[in-house]
Structure formats: structure tokens, C-alpha cells
């Protein structure tokens, strides 16, 4: 998908940065071009001063957005995933999982979760990151309690991942 979102913003480099942004943020846009968050309306400003853009670039992409096909079937329907624990998971007793591997690889999600099936922890949030628009996609398990040993282990014999990181 963010092949064929780059290739309708060639040239207009702005442009993408926004497009990337309201990826990021789950900013869908309506057909009269308006920017939302769920039901929360985004302003073209606030967008602009997040990318680094002048708010007219913004409306710019939200209008052209709206002018393409396949541009406005996915930006038109797209939906924020919601809040990450990460950053507070100390303030919850939880622990997140930082896993690198092959981020085209069959089946990470899995073998990661198993693993941690079989010690009984309880997966609170799953986040995985797009390859095609962060070449270092990771995937973050958030977990109830303290990660042992054991279990990081096992997640590193894991042939498809790189390295694993616990954060408390």
C-alpha cells in the first residue's frame, strides 16, 4: 500500500510527509476534505506544525487525497489503532517486549506469542509496526507483569528474531 501512496505524491515530497503522518495518526479524510481522528476533526494547522508544513500543503494533500481513486479509498476509511501502554507500562505493572526480526517474515506474531502462552503471560496489546514505512519495524507486546529470563530465552532461539528488549 505505501508503494502506491508514494507513487501518487512523486515529486511532491511535503505532500508525502503528510500522507505519512495521517497513516501514522489513523487521520481519515472526509469527501469534502476535512481531516478527523475518529470523530475529533484535525486542524489543518495542528497537522502542519507536527509535519513541518505550511497548513495550505495540508489541505493541498487532503484535497488531493479526495481527487484520487485509491488515494481516497484508504484515507477515507482509515481509523486511529488506539493509544499505546507502552510509554506508562511501570505505572500499570506491565512490561513491553521489544522484538526485532524479519519484519516479512511468516509468522513472528505467533511464535512470539506462543512462546509466551506456554509461560502463562497474558499479551494486554500487540503493536507491529509497517515495514514498507519503517524499514526497522518492530514488533512491541505489551505483557502483564515481570518478563523472566526464561522467557526472553526462549523468545531469542526463536530463528526469525534478531534481538528482544524488555522495558519496565
Known amino acids: ?29 472526509s469527501k469534502d476534505g476535512r481531516l478527523f481522528v475518529g470523530g475529533l476533526e484535525v486542524d489543518y494547522s495542528a497537522l502542519a506544525r507536527d509535519v513541518g508544513a505550511d497548513r495550505r500543503v495540508v489541505k493541498q494533500t487532503a484535497r488531493q487525497i479526495c481527487d484520487d481513486e485509491f488515494l481516497y479509498s484508504v484515507f477515507g476509511k482509515i481509523m486511529p489503532v ?22 516479512r517474515a511468516a509468522g513472528v506474531i505467533s511464535a512470539a506469542t506462543a512462546a509466551l502462552a506456554r509461560h502463562g503471560i497474558v499479551v494486554r496489546q500487540a503493536l507491529a509496526e509497517d515495514p514498507d514505512m519503517n524499514p526497522a519495524a518492530k514488533l512491541t507486546l505489551v505483557v502483564e507483569g515481570v518478563v523472566p529470563g526464561s522467557v526472553i530465552d526462549e523468545l531469542n532461539s526463536i530463528d526469525m528474531i534478531r534481538s528482544v528488549t524488555v522495558v519496565r
Open 1 to 29: 500500500m505505501w508503494s502506491r501512496v508514494s507513487e501518487q505524491f512523486a515529486g511532491q515530497k511535503v505532500r508525502l510527509g503528510v500522507a505519512r503522518k495521517m497513516l501514522e495518526y489513523g487521520i481519515r479524510v
Open 82 to 103: 488506539g493509544a499505546s501502554l507502552v510509554p506508562v507500562v511501570s505505572r500499570l505493572g506491565y512490561s513491553a517486549i521489544v522484538i526485532e526480526a524479519d519484519p
